[in-house]
């Protein structure tokens, strides 16, 4: 069983910064690694990927101010600058889950490993 542990969330005011750590039991070589996040009453929603080679994927939402790393074999990270009020969430690590070979086109639609998340609040 993979096990995925979070850490690094708080409350920051608007501008502010924060960066989040993901601690996996065991990342390969073909698994895929990303950052989720859900506000109250929306639908989970894909912040970022990265593949083993570093390649990252952004929402939208967050290109330009989140950062996505891997920090060394088993850990990755997000970096959230210049955060705003609707980046409140509970952030999500995930790792690929049944399939593998990198983060694909539709990474937000597979299937993951989950850790407990994180949560982030940003005030106005």
């Known amino acids: 069983q993979v096990q995925l542990a979070e850490s690094g969330g708080g409350s920051v005011q608007a501008g502010g910064s924060l960066r989040l750590s993901c601690v996996a039991s065991?990342?390969?070589?073909?698994?895929?690694m990303a950052w989720f996040r859900q506000a109250p009453g929306k639908e989970r929603e894909g912040v970022a990927s990265?593949?083993?080679?570093?390649?990252a994927s952004y929402a939208d939402s967050v290109k330009g101010r989140f950062t996505i790393s891997r920090d060394n074999v088993n850990t990755i990270s997000l970096q959230l600058d210049s955060l705003k009020p609707e980046d409140t969430a509970m952030y999500s690590c995930?790792?690929?889950?049944?399939?593998?070979?990198?983060?694909?086109?539709?990474?937000?639609?597979?299937?993951?490993?989950w850790g407990q998340g994180t949560q982030v609040t940003v005030s106005s």
């Open positions: 995930g790792r690929s889950r049944g399939w593998s070979g990198g983060c694909p086109a539709d990474w937000r639609r597979r299937d993951y490993y």
């Open positions: 065991y990342i390969s070589s073909l698994d895929c």
């Open positions: 990265v593949s083993f080679a570093g390649i």
